[in-house]
């Protein structure tokens, strides 16, 4: 049977409404009905070294990651994760290198307040991993090769300073908007040991680990729906809702296609 292994994805931990956001309680209930199930919680870096090895996938397993770096992580969602025992990766917004994080009150993206450096390097203490996710979270594919590396190993570079760690202690990238091509991937895979795609299913062993796939919260935010997950019904629900979207995507792309990357 092939292994395969959910990357849950989520954003704001809030009661807000939108559709990145997720309540406090349904955010716990859908964890903790995955651990009394008997999955694991897996590090998504160590996901990752297992796809490189080329090493057996184990099943029932997940990971969790985060996108952006929101307030409402640590404040709702780190609790959670110490009650449970899990582990998770944080994709960290960066911002102006020179401005980023340091006002009062912190910096806001999507209408959400991120967390400050204070509390990403406490987060990162409580044995949190933080992963880069780019100074100003442009769309990658319709930026010059310069760019594209700037906005990447910049906010690398930034994060590695603030937790005083070095660069190479950043090994994993989600692409803003989820969104790559070829040329993107080719340019990054050399600095980070994952990247992670909006592609919605599940990693298995002929994963790309430059894009892998993710579980958006979004479509699994239904209460039966997250009863539902630890059991056989979770693959075709996915599959199910990945075909549409697939779809809608390709006839947006046919109908209005991208620009060529600025110079």
């Given at each position: 049977?092939?292994?395969?292994?959910?990357?849950?994805?989520?954003?704001?931990?809030?009661s807000?409404?939108?559709?990145?956001?997720?309540?406090?309680?349904?955010?716990?209930?859908m964890?903790?009905?995955?651990?009394?199930a008997?999955?694991?919680c897996?590090?998504l870096?160590?996901?990752?070294?297992?796809?490189?090895?080329?090493?057996?996938l184990p099943?029932?397993?997940?990971?969790?990651?985060?996108?952006?770096?929101?307030q409402?992580?640590?404040?709702?969602a780190?609790?959670?994760?110490?009650?449970?025992?899990?582990?998770?990766?944080?994709f960290?917004?960066?911002?102006?290198?020179?401005?980023a994080?340091?006002?009062?009150?912190p910096?806001?993206?999507?209408g959400?307040a991120?967390?400050?450096?204070?509390?990403?390097?406490d987060?990162?203490?409580?044995g949190?991993?933080?992963?880069?996710?780019?100074?100003?979270?442009?769309?990658?594919?319709?930026?010059?090769?310069?760019?594209?590396?700037?906005e990447?190993?910049?906010?690398?570079?930034?994060l590695?300073?603030?937790?005083?760690?070095?660069?190479?202690a950043?090994?994993?990238?989600?692409?803003?908007?989820?969104?790559?091509?070829?040329?993107?991937?080719a340019?990054l895979?050399?600095?980070?040991?994952?990247?992670?795609?909006?592609?919605?299913?599940?990693?298995?062993?002929?994963s790309?680990?430059a894009?892998?796939?993710?579980?958006?919260?979004?479509?699994?935010?239904?209460?039966?729906?997250?009863?539902?997950?630890?059991?056989?019904?979770?693959?075709?629900y996915i599959?199910a809702?990945?075909?549409?979207?697939?779809?809608?995507?390709?006839?947006?792309?046919?109908?209005?296609?991208?620009?060529?990357?600025?110079?």
């Open positions: 049977m092939i292994a395969r292994v959910p990357v849950l994805t989520f954003h704001d931990i809030s807000s409404d939108g559709v990145i956001s997720l309540a406090p309680a349904l955010f716990e209930r964890l903790a009905t995955l651990t009394s008997g999955w694991r897996l590090g870096e160590d996901l990752a070294a297992l796809l490189t090895s080329g090493r057996e099943g029932r397993t997940f990971c969790i990651t985060f996108d952006d770096g929101f409402s992580v640590y404040e709702n780190l609790p959670v994760l110490q009650r449970l025992g899990l582990t998770a990766t944080v960290v917004l960066v911002g102006d290198p020179e401005e994080r340091t006002s009062v009150p910096p806001v993206w999507k959400h991120l967390m400050s450096w204070s509390q990403l390097r987060l990162h203490g409580h949190i991993s933080l992963g880069a996710h780019t100074l100003s979270h442009p769309d990658l594919t319709l930026l010059t090769p310069q760019q594209v590396v700037r990447a190993l910049g906010s690398r570079r930034v590695a300073g603030r937790l005083d760690v070095p660069e190479t950043i090994v994993a990238f989600a692409y803003p908007y989820g969104r790559s091509n070829a040329a993107v991937r340019l895979r050399p600095h980070f040991a994952c990247a992670c795609s909006d592609y919605l299913g599940f990693v298995t062993a002929r790309d680990v894009a892998l796939p993710r579980l958006d919260s979004y479509y699994l935010r239904h209460p039966a729906m997250v009863d539902l997950m630890p059991g056989r019904w979770l693959l075709p599959m809702v990945s075909l549409p979207r697939l779809a809608r995507r390709a006839l947006v792309s046919a109908l209005h296609p991208r620009p060529p990357a600025r110079r």
